[in-house]
């Protein structure tokens, strides 16, 4: 398996523009995470699914942003609109089993840079 | 709140020598603990894992502690590589959901 896949790998925006990250999960992995990282606050949990179903949303930080899982193999986080403090690096991860049983699988991130 | 944190920010070793990573929790209802590797330009990478009920757990090259009495957690490295150098994170798991709580990281730098 190629791993977690995560599009794009770098994104400069400016402010008010709607952003869209895409990550496909390991196949046969049941759990999909998002995180985000930044040097003042670390990893920092946003969502995560369990069979597509959104389990966790209380580290989305407001309304603007947004996660969808319409499958399996594919996931979304949208931020609409954009700002300067949304500058960061986006994870997603996959696990066979969640975060009490057994290791994330992360990808190499979306790097978000918001003008 | 209750978080995971990380005394130092940064550890520098002479290649081969011995490294330990430390890291305090204050959840106390933490039972699942992991430390994860992140290589610049990587997302992190899972080393290896303990549970409440061991105080020790030995993977290859690598061993964690686990004080549940003062809550800390160290990953201790054997003869360590510059392959090594990167960022360390510990995180946390009470059981409850499927929420890993990292900490801020710490890196380590290996002199050659």
């Known amino acids: 398996d190629a791993g977690v896949i995560q599009s794009p790998r770098h994104e400069v925006t400016e402010m008010g523009q709607e952003v869209t990250l895409r990550c496909k999960p390991i196949s046969g992995h049941d759990y999909l995470f998002w995180y985000r990282q930044t040097m003042m606050r670390g990893l920092e949990l946003l969502i995560y699914f369990n069979n597509n179903v959104p389990i966790d949303d209380s580290g989305m930080p407001e309304d603007r942003f947004s996660a969808k899982m319409p499958n399996a193999s594919f996931s979304t986080l949208k931020i609409q609109p954009s700002e300067p403090r949304d500058s960061a690096v986006y994870f997603c991860?996959?696990?066979?089993?969640?975060?009490?049983?057994?290791?994330?699988?992360f990808g190499e991130g979306s790097r978000l840079t918001v003008l | 709140g209750e978080s995971v944190g990380l005394h130092l920010p940064t550890l520098s070793v002479q290649e081969g020598d011995n490294s330990i990573i430390n890291c305090a929790y204050s959840n106390s209802a933490s039972d699942y603990f992991i430390w994860y590797k992140q290589e610049s330009g990587k997302g992190p990478q899972f080393i290896i894992d303990i549970r409440s009920n061991m105080d020790k757990r030995q993977g290859q090259r690598v061993t964690v502690l686990l004080n549940k009495t003062v809550k800390h957690l160290s990953l201790q490295i054997a003869a360590t590589q510059p392959g090594d150098s990167a960022v360390y994170f510990c995180a946390e798991n009470t059981g409850a959901n499927s929420k890993l709580t990292f900490g801020k990281g710490i890196t380590l730098s290996v002199r050659p």
């Open positions: 991860a996959s696990s066979f089993r969640g975060g009490d049983t057994g290791e994330l699988f």
